[in-house]
């Protein structure tokens, strides 16, 4: 089963912020939070990883509650282009650990 | 940067016949692959977990007949349908682990239409 919930949807306006959270109340020590995203039929894209501290790049920003339970991904400027659904994933960081997807959260970026 | 290479896009075939789909990646060697289905409006859901020269481990409920899986090397995996059916009809999804990123990269994915 996935470690993480997640809204089903949420709406943003062209623009402005989108603030995705992600619970994952179990997390343990070793493992990371990822976050990807996946546009109709196509292969679900990489956005940002994280242990504890806060990340940044050029796509997003990942902020990692101090307890680790749960975090946060900001996209800064939303365009129509991140109409997606993005998926919020712990996991350990090297190969053998198996990657679960749960739901993801269908984000609507609206004009 | 890290891409993977999933081979064909699509493909169409009649009941019966067996399907091979190909991941590769390109830039980097991949140790583990995983091997993911998708229907419409769902999530992706892991079939298998690939590692390179070694049996494959399979998740619950997934036939290790039907989908027959080989990782020969550090860069390819491959996935074969056999003796497919109407319900296997899916969009099929590799993934590989490139350690020095510490990254899952995933193929562009593959839609099934069994007739």
């Known amino acids: 089963d996935a470690k993480t919930t997640q809204p089903t949807s949420m709406d943003c306006a062209e623009g402005r912020a989108a603030n995705l959270p992600c619970n994952h109340s179990?997390?343990?020590?070793?493992?990371?939070v990822y976050w990807y995203r996946q546009i109709h039929s196509q292969g679900p894209q990489y956005i940002i990883h994280?242990?504890?501290n806060n990340e940044t790049n050029e796509m997003a920003s990942l902020i990692i509650t101090e307890d680790r339970k749960s975090s946060t991904l900001i996209l800064p400027h939303a365009t129509l282009r991140d109409t997606a659904v993005y998926y919020c994933i712990v996991r350990g960081n090297t190969g053998g650990f198996k990657t679960i997807f749960g739901a993801g959260t269908r984000l609507f970026v609206k004009a | 940067g890290a891409v993977v290479s999933q081979h064909p896009s699509w493909v169409i075939c009649k009941s019966g016949t067996s399907v091979k789909i190909e991941c590769r990646s390109l830039d980097f060697q991949a140790t583990t692959m995983f091997w993911y289905r998708q229907f419409p409006k769902q999530s992706l859901m892991l079939m298998a977990t690939s590692n390179e020269g070694s049996k494959a481990t399979y998740e619950q409920g997934v036939e290790k007949d039907k989908f027959l899986i080989n990782h020969a090397s550090l860069t390819l995996s491959t996935l074969t349908v056999t003796s497919a059916h109407p319900e296997d009809s899916s969009f099929y999804i590799c993934?590989?682990?490139?350690?020095?990123?510490?990254?899952?990269?995933f193929g562009s994915g593959t839609q099934l239409s069994v007739l």
């Open positions: 994280g242990l504890k």
């Open positions: 993934s590989a682990w490139g350690a020095v990123n510490e990254k899952l990269f």
């Open positions: 179990t997390i343990s020590g070793n493992e990371y």
